[in-house]
């Protein structure tokens, strides 16, 4: 059973348009939300974290969404470009416990 | 900067040969990871070292060894392949300081025949 659930499995975007990808997860304990971007051939890199204190977080064009009485969170790509072409994770950390659950990943494809 | 570094990048096995993935960070962190990545399921958690001395099962420790060699090292055995270990295999680190995020290698490409 998958601790966080990540929709959508794959994502095409035009050039300028705004990607959004969702997560959503059960364990209240969850106290520290990643976001990864991931390149072909190569590992995972951080690309912007959110605590479930915050509502919303924004580096550059990228935002983080969190509704802690939902249990969710979403990923918004402000003017999408085709360089942001990658695989993004979410992931969610049980703190005491320093393990990290990832979601399944979203395929994005920016179109030029 | 090396960072994590993994080795090897690449390599293929016969069901029930063995094989240690090296792992190795130069930043110094506490803690230490190791994940598989299969299509559609993300990266699951196979052990996990969060300080030098110490290991624990992560979600899928089946047929899976690790050692913490030192604070540095942190290496994945699988003592006999079986095709459902075929996967690419992360390694990660982090430091122990709050909200610091995993730092990932390029990962190693296994596929056992």
Redesign the interface.
Known sequence: QQQVKQSPQSLIVQKGGISIINCAYENTAFDYFPWYQQFPGKGPALLIAIRPDVSEKKEGRFTISFNKSAKQFSLHIMDSQPGDSATYFCAARVGNFNKFYFGSGTKLNVKP | NAG?TQTPKFQVLKTGQSMTLQCAQDMNHN?M?W?RQDP??????IY?S?SEGTT?K??VPNGYNVSRLNKREFSLRLESAAPSQTSVY?C?S?S?SS?Q???????TRLSIL
């Open positions: 994590v803690s990871y994940y559609g399921m993300g990266l699951r958690l996990y969060a624990d992560g979600e992360f990660a982090r122990q909200n995020p995993q730092h990932f290698g390029d990962g």
